[in-house]
């Protein structure tokens, strides 16, 4: 049978990727910088004209990911939907291990030791035993699909439009700084939580900031809307009909508007914005990193109340 075909061109794109990642045989073409876009030669490691490296940069990388992807614009979004959606099968696979997989539970029951252990926020873990890598895992965390999915959901409305104004490097250190800020202040008043909630509103915050920037209508109902939204969260939130953080939520959002204000509403123009951007996202790459290999490193340490 015969695939359709924005399919043929789809798998096209992915084998042509895949060839490039494992070495396999491609003709030789000029290529163009993924910093700052100018034409260089077919053997150049380095731009001539910003100096980025070609082969080792989160921007030579995230070119990669957007040809696996077929997603040229936001290939942090994908990553981070990938990463999400990775955990919460990790998640799922903890709690089998001790026989609490079954049932409803992967709907909105994965709650308990095993996500403590993969780095959910624990106040005194954070704040007496200095495992503040807890503030960066824990969003990666979810209590199941029910969750999941409302906040992929959000991710894949605001990430790529966000990621497009800002650029990839600018916007991953935005949902890492943001979601970070957000769980420090709920564990900062002794909650326990996980979720990429805290993250989305900083996404939700930073848009809030483009449009208090921006005059017209469209600006205006896009800002109703949003603060509409959030409102209807807080309240839910209060009510105790869902379980919500609103403090990781505030927090998210307030870190998220300020970055908002801070950062200008486009992509790097110039070889400075460009090596300032790169910066906070190889800074934010490089927290994730370390994160999940702390907590690796720490996932059979005893639990408070535990010998």
């Given at each position: 049978?015969?695939?359709?075909?924005?399919?043929?061109?789809?798998l096209e794109r992915w084998k042509n990727a895949m060839r490039g990642f494992f070495g396999g045989e491609q003709q030789p073409r000029p290529k163009l910088c993924p910093v700052c876009g100018a034409l260089v030669g077919i053997n150049a490691t380095r731009c001539h004209e910003c100096g980025a490296n070609l082969r080792f940069s989160l921007a030579a990388l995230g070119k990669k990911l957007s040809g696996v992807f077929g997603d040229n614009e936001a290939p942090i979004t994908t990553a981070l939907l990938?990463?999400?959606?990775?955990?919460?099968?990790?998640?799922?696979?903890?709690?089998?291990?001790?026989?609490?997989?079954?049932?409803?539970?992967?709907?909105?029951?994965?709650v308990?030791?095993?996500?403590?252990?993969?780095?959910?926020?624990?106040?005194?873990?954070i704040f007496y035993r200095n495992e503040w890598w807890r503030l960066i895992t824990a969003?990666?965390?979810?209590?199941?699909?029910?969750?999941?999915?409302?906040?992929?959901?959000?991710?894949?409305?605001?990430?790529p439009a966000l990621e497009e104004v800002y650029g990839s490097a600018r916007y991953l250190f935005l949902y890492v700084v943001t979601g970070a800020f957000g769980f420090l202040l709920s564990a900062g008043t002794g909650h326990f939580s996980l979720g990429?909630?805290?993250?989305?509103?900083?996404?939700?915050?930073?848009?809030?900031?483009?449009?208090?920037?921006?005059?017209?209508?469209?600006?205006?109902?896009?800002r109703s809307r949003l603060i509409t939204s959030?409102?209807?969260?807080?309240?839910?939130?209060?009510?105790?009909?869902?379980?919500?953080d609103n403090l990781a939520h505030?927090?998210?959002?307030?870190?998220?508007?300020?970055?908002?204000k801070l950062f200008v509403d486009r992509k790097p123009m110039n070889v400075k914005e460009t090596r300032i951007a790169y910066t906070l996202g190889w800074l934010a790459g490089i927290v994730v990193i370390a994160s999940f290999i702390l907590m690796f490193l720490?996932?059979?340490?005893p639990l408070p109340g535990r010998g």
């Open positions: 049978m015969t695939l359709p075909y924005r399919w043929q061109w789809r990938i990463a999400n959606i990775s955990m919460l099968g990790v998640s799922w696979l903890s709690f089998a291990a001790i026989g609490e997989g079954g049932g409803l539970n992967i709907l909105w029951g994965l308990g030791e095993p996500q403590f252990r993969l780095g959910a926020t624990y106040p005194l873990l969003m990666f965390l979810h209590a199941g699909l029910v969750h999941i999915g409302f906040n992929m959901m959000a991710l894949m409305q605001f990430g990429a909630s805290g993250a989305l509103l900083g996404l939700v915050g930073a848009t809030l900031a483009i449009t208090s920037k921006r005059g017209g209508v469209y600006m205006r109902e896009i959030v409102a209807i969260l807080f309240l839910l939130g209060f009510s105790g009909f869902m379980a919500m505030g927090g998210g959002l307030a870190a998220g508007f300020a970055l908002g720490h996932f059979r340490d």
